[in-house]
């Protein structure tokens, strides 16, 4: 059984930084890609980043470039959010998700499609 889990939210002030994990189990980690994506109330899922477990490779939506940073440890298999000078509109619930793709891009681009996902963590930055 594929499992996901999200930690690593908090309350921090605009600038700040945060960490994300995301915890995978059930699935062999070099297979996949994992996503991270972010949801605010009345709006719509917004990808944010994904990472290919085959390569590391990366990608991210132009929103968080330059400010985000995903990492992977296959071997704890774990995946990192690094988030830094955090915006109040970073403010969403983040959720990570997972596919057996290599190339994860369309996934971010259209915010949704990943077969797994795990329960969110709530992220909140204020001014």
């Known amino acids: 059984e594929v499992q996901l889990q999200a930690s690593g939210g908090g309350l921090v002030q605009g600038g700040g930084s945060l960490r994300l994990s995301c915890v995978a189990s059930g699935f062999t980690f070099d297979d996949y890609a994992i996503g991270w994506f972010r949801q605010v109330p009345g709006k719509e899922q917004e990808g944010v980043s994904c990472?290919?477990?085959?390569?590391?490779?990366?990608y991210y939506t132009d929103s968080v470039k330059g400010r985000f940073t995903m990492s992977s440890d296959n071997a704890k298999n774990t995946v990192y959010l690094q988030m830094n000078n955090l915006r109040p509109e970073d403010t969403a619930v983040y959720y990570c998700?997972?596919?057996?793709?290599?190339?994860?891009?369309?996934?971010?681009?259209?915010?949704?499609?990943?077969?797994?996902w795990g329960k969110g963590t709530q992220v909140t930055v204020s001014s």
């Open positions: 990472i290919s477990g085959s390569d590391g490779s990366t």
């Open positions: 998700a997972a596919d057996s793709v290599i190339i994860c891009s369309d996934y971010i681009e259209a915010g949704e499609g990943m077969d797994y």
